[in-house]
């Protein structure tokens, strides 16, 4: 059984202007997204800055989530690691926290092998009994699970369910729907190919959007399900321009520029990562009144 269906958001985590977790943005963030239909919370991923947290922090913000959201839709904690021991530490705290699932990227700099990708995913796995998705994003780490490793690892590993495929690749992600015949769960990556990837099976989107736009994304999603392809297929048209503007720079930076102008954070970030150029900002305020989100 999958860990979600529909749109999973790849969440924020909110920063005080002096750097700490803002833990009172956090929490109305969450409830934000529950009361407009996300159908699952990421927690901890590339979008909330994990690469910065230390594994206190990281920790720490996913056992809050947990505690907030309370069961009313699952957690997914992104426990992934270039080093697989840290990944095992991090994925068992976050099952000990009572996580509905974990989101594991491939390791990033130092990359693997197929082999190597199958080994360290099989490992990980091996150590708790959550649910697994893994996470595809060449873009970001220099390393691309091929569709042959993900199918091997979701045939040989019970607890390894699926996959957030975030290489932009529509290609492979039908060749992996091809061979897979339903074997792994796909989730877009990518906010601009909802609907192509639904429309090859996929199970929903783990959603960048979906901070902005919770109810929009959850019904590109749910008309799909509903069986209104047409009405599915203009609600992800109608987002385009502000899919775009949240990739203006990279990621988390529009995203949570976005949310600083709607009043939900004040939009901090963590170095390396840098406040919104002016004309980037203009062009985000545009999407975003276009979208009838101010």
């Known amino acids: ?6 749109s999973g958001v790849a969440v924020v985590t909110p920063m005080t202007d002096t750097g700490e977790v803002d833990y009172e943005q956090f929490a109305k963030l969450l409830e934000f997204q529950i009361a407009n239909g996300t159908d699952a919370i990421i927690v901890c991923g590339t979008t909330g800055e994990s690469s910065t947290l230390t594994h206190e922090e990281h920790l720490d913000v996913i056992r809050y ?3 907030t959201v309370a069961g009313r839709i699952p957690v997914v904690a992104g426990t992934g690691s270039n080093c697989t021991e840290t990944a095992i530490y991090l994925s068992r705290e976050a099952e000990s926290a009572g996580a509905d699932g974990l ?3 491939s390791p990033y700099y130092n990359k693997a092998t ?5 080994a360290h995913f099989k490992s990980i796995a091996d150590s708790v009994k959550l649910p697994i998705i893994l996470y595809n994003v060449p873009s970001r780490t220099g390393c691309n699970i091929l569709p042959e490793t993900i ?14 495929e975030a290489g932009g690749n529509i290609s492979q992600i039908a060749h992996l729907a091809a061979i897979s015949k339903g074997k792994v769960d796909i989730y877009s990556g990518n906010d601009d190919h909802i609907v192509p990837l639904l429309s090859l099976g996929g199970k ?7 901070n902005v736009a919770p109810r929009q994304t959850h019904e590109i999603c749910q008309k799909f399900f509903d069986g209104d392809w047409a009405g599915s297929c203009k609600e992800q048209l109608d987002a385009m321009e502000m899919c775009e503007a949240l990739f203006c720079e990279v990621n988390p930076i529009p995203v949570k520029k976005a949310l600083e102008m709607m009043g939900l954070i004040n939009g901090a970030l963590r170095m390396p990562l840098s406040r919104m150029e002016p004309a980037h900002a203009e062009r985000l305020e545009k999407a ?5 989100l101010l």
């Open 65 to 67: 989530c947990v505690k």
């Open 103 to 105: 989101l594991l990227v």
């Open 288 to 292: 975003m009144k276009a979208y009838g």
């Open 1 to 6: 059984m999958s860990i979600f269906k529909g």
């Open 204 to 210: 929903g989107v783990i959603s960048v959007l979906a």
């Open 151 to 164: 199918l091997r690892l979701c045939e040989d590993v019970e607890n390894i369910v699926g996959v957030k």
């Open 114 to 118: 197929q082999n190597g990708l199958y």
